[in-house]
């Protein structure tokens, strides 16, 4: 199953209609997605407009795969939970966000090999169709290293701080 996520803030209807023609041409292949505040109606996968979070953790965990906008909470979420990810981020020009930052998240992971990424419909079709050869990553934890907490309350707190070492 492919998991198809867009946030709850903002529509991303480029996205969930890219992955609706897709599918209308891979009808093996079960989509359930998390549409947001669209007006848009898929009609070869299956959708929601919201999940509660903890349904949009249980989808993601079960799913074969995510495909999702570039929103850091989305790849957060997939990494921590080793499952494969295809993102597109969003675009200022195509007024789906007020600045381009999921286009630099979206390079900066990739570059990383944290997360595939697809820049336009054209690319996010062909990378759908590999999916399935699309690896899971290597998880994260849910919280950050111990030492980057120590040196972040040290910064905080006025302490000295050397090369990320509270001293």
Not at 10 to 21: G, I, K, Q
Not at 99 to 123: C, I, K, M, P, W
Request: overall charge positive; charged content about 20%; hydrophobic content about 50%.
């Amino acid at each position: 199953m492919i998991f198809v996520t867009v946030g709850t803030q903002l529509p991303f209807d480029r996205l969930v209609a890219a992955v609706d023609r897709w599918a209308a041409a891979h009808p093996g292949r079960r989509v359930l997605a998390q549409v947001g505040p669209s007006a848009l109606r898929p009609a070869h996968i299956e959708y929601q407009a919201f999940l509660s979070p903890a349904e949009c953790r249980e989808r993601m965990l079960a799913a074969d795969a995510i495909v999702a906008h570039a929103g850091m909470g989305t790849i957060l979420g997939a990494l921590e939970m080793g499952r494969p990810l295809l993102v597109m981020p969003r675009r200022a020009a195509l007024g789906e966000h007020r600045n381009d930052h999921q286009l630099a998240t979206a390079r900066r992971f990739a570059e990383l090999g944290s997360v595939s990424a697809a820049f336009d419909e054209a690319e996010l079709h062909a990378k759908l169709d590999t999916l399935d050869r699309l690896a899971a990553r290597n998880r994260i934890g849910r919280y950050a290293p111990g030492p980057f907490i120590a040196a972040l309350r040290a910064f905080i707190a006025g302490e000295p701080v050397a090369d990320g070492i509270p001293q």
